[in-house]
Each structure stands twice: as C-alpha cells, then as structure tokens.
C-alpha cells in the first residue's frame, strides 16, 4: 500500500513542478 500512496505523491509532484513550469498550458 505504502508503493501505491508513493507512486501517488510522486505523481501529484511532479504534475505540480509542471504546472508551476509551463503555466501557459492550463
């Protein structure tokens, strides 16, 4: 389980630094 909740921040992360990255494209 603890794999799982891992992989989902992990995830989460990087989707934010993206956001945070490339603004425009939302």
């Avoid at 603890?2 to 990255?21: Q, R």
């Amino acid at each position: 389980m603890m794999d799982v909740l891992l992989a989902l921040i992990v995830a989460v992360a990087a989707y934010l630094v993206y956001a945070i990255l490339y603004p425009e494209r939302f």
